[in-house]
């Protein structure tokens, strides 16, 4: 197994993850808020489940494992594993999950690629995507960016909101500046 990301770079990943998927709801509150054919559904979720659209299964079930990872970072779920040094190489194992706080596991069994306790490090079955906090890191928020993204273009297009991004470009200083969609290219 390969060492997880550095500190900085779980900071920064975690941090990503959550705006992207704060940014995600907002987009789709605003659009749904400003079509006053769509229902209001307290969740975001909840009301891409009642689209009924069978051209949304895919993004459905990303979304599902992107908002589980959510989940594990801003409800800020224990895990705990051990470590193994042979030598200056480490490997960890025993991974589970500390129920202290939640009291179940939830759709852990349906979400998770291993049984737990694993003597792997778990992840999402569908995208692989890292669920222990201090294990996420570029790789987690690149394909959190490429849900997201699919999502809001695939929802638009089949007319269930209208998506116009209000900040097409992102600008770095007095140099750099290019569309925000393609952010992805940075963290390849």
């Not at 993004?59 to 494992?65: H, T």
């Not at 069994?109 to 222990?132: A, F, G």
Request: proline share 5%; glycine share 4%; aromatic share 14%.
């Amino acid at each position: 197994m390969t060492p997880p990301p550095s500190q900085s770079e779980v900071d920064y990943s975690i941090n990503l993850i959550t705006m992207l998927v704060l940014n995600f709801e907002s987009w789709i509150s605003r659009a749904r808020f400003f079509q006053s054919t769509s229902k209001l559904d307290k969740y975001v979720t909840g009301w891409i489940n009642g689209l009924n659209d069978s051209n949304l299964i895919e993004i459905k079930e990303s979304l599902e494992e992107v908002y589980f990872l959510r989940d594990a970072i801003c409800h800020n779920h224990i895990w705990t594993y051990n470590q193994i040094w042979e030598g200056d190489k480490v490997s960890y194992i025993n991974f589970d999950f500390n129920l202290v706080w939640q009291g179940t596991k939830g759709n852990f069994d349906k979400l998770l690629d291993c049984t737990l306790p694993s003597p792997r490090l778990p992840r999402t079955r569908k995208m692989r995507l890292n669920i222990v906090p201090c294990f996420i890191g570029r790789q987690d928020v690149l394909i959190v960016f490429k849900v997201v993204k699919r999502a809001l273009f695939l929802l638009d297009s089949k007319g269930h909101l209208s998506f116009v991004s209000k900040s097409p470009n992102v600008q770095f200083g007095d140099k750099l500046s290019f569309p925000f969609w393609d952010l992805e290219n940075i963290l390849t």
